[in-house]
């Protein structure tokens, strides 16, 4: 389940790494100058507030400071490393823009280097010492259970499994006995009124686990424990209905359900993935195209007659059709809707249409580099689920459930579901439904990691070579 990320940010955790960051920062600054008492001029004041503040993006995006944290150890060692490697990525851009870079490898690896032992050393000291705090009753909260079925058992094996919360389960109240619980049933939810009164002092929460079916039950619950010094929290079992990840928020004075939560509806993230694709898409385009695209050309001009480029018409984010660029890898008079049915003609296997110089350039990846300018223009992302020509996307959502859903978020360059073997043709319906699939994944489970493993498998695949690239 996913909560509003802005009620559960631990603002005094953000402000301990932050401290951490500053000492990190102050250390390098006195190693890079030679100065044991160093002052921080005016670049460097704000070179140190973009590091705070992409942290803070970085934080925000994994839900790092979230007070209600039940990742594991291991998962929060990931997003930490995830952090120091944009802090690092950011150090490197600020000091080449501001040619600034004698001595500048004894301030990174004096800057990184700490970060990447105090920060994660204050991780583990920090779960070890509510660990601790528990186990001696002081942070404790006691909770009484209400509704010992699937939803109240999944809840209680994580308050079990994550000690460092500080919470302790009483036990339940349920309308059916429950043996297994092996002493920690208490009772029949007819008992409750007599209970909560008697053993008010035994717990501190009340968290209501029961279908939402069992409304007047929850009203009842809720009445009797608003009379009482504790606190009652319910936990909705609509995601018992729900496959899709969701988050629960408030607008207004209401309570909302989100179907369907995308990370990328976060200003936060939305710009960490815009300000990647410009960096890594000027690295791309200085560092590989400037060489590669006249070569690329050269070879499609003596192949055959046309133009280099290829420009056609696909869907964007919100369906909002994009212009995109792609090297030329067909015969010009080759046609992209089949005589016989009318139906928009993919690129298949041993296709007549293909170039000799087509073939490579499909097989290598290559003729998608233009489209590194549609990222350039904001039309599309270097990762994301791929645009679809114009033909194929009205003919998909007409027999593909969901099939829009792929177009909440910009196209990419590659894909989720590209690196899992769903690339090229699609003929079969199954073969779409299951990129679609992938496609929503994604878009539900964005991060700025992900996007860097999508990268990495698509030039392992490029290098191993796809037997669906044709």
Known sequence: MIVNRDSNFDVFRFFNDVFLIFVSFYVAIVMFTGQAYAKLSLVDFWMLVLLVGAWYFCSSSNNFYDNL????????????????????CIVVIFFFAIHRTSHFQQFIYTYIGLLCVLIPLEKILYRRLMTYLHYKGITQKKILI??????GMAFFDIIKNQKHLGYEVVGFLDDEVKPHLNGSYLGNLEKIDEYVSTNMTEFDEVVVALPNAANEKIKHIADIVGNHAVKLRIIPAYHELINSQYRISTFADFPMITLRDEPLENIHNRVIKRVFDIIFTLFVLVFVCSW???IVALAIMIDSKGPIFFIQERWGRKNKKIRCYKFRSMYTHSKDVSEKDGKYQQASKND????????ILRKTNLDEFPQFINVLLGEMSVIGPRPHPTPLNLE????????????LVKPGISGWAQVNGFRGETADPQLMHSRVKYDIWYIENWSPWLDLRIIFLTVWGTLKGDKNAF
């Open 292 to 294: 590669l695209f006249p």
């Open 396 to 407: 998909s959502k007409q027999v593909i459930h969901n099939y829009l859903v792929r177009h």
């Open 69 to 88: 944290n039940t990742k594991s150890l291991f998962k929060n060692m990931l997003n930490t490393f995830h952090n120091v490697f944009v802090q690092l």
């Open 146 to 151: 209400i509704g010992a079925g699937r939803t």
């Open 352 to 359: 007549k249409r293909i170039t000799r110089v087509g073939r």
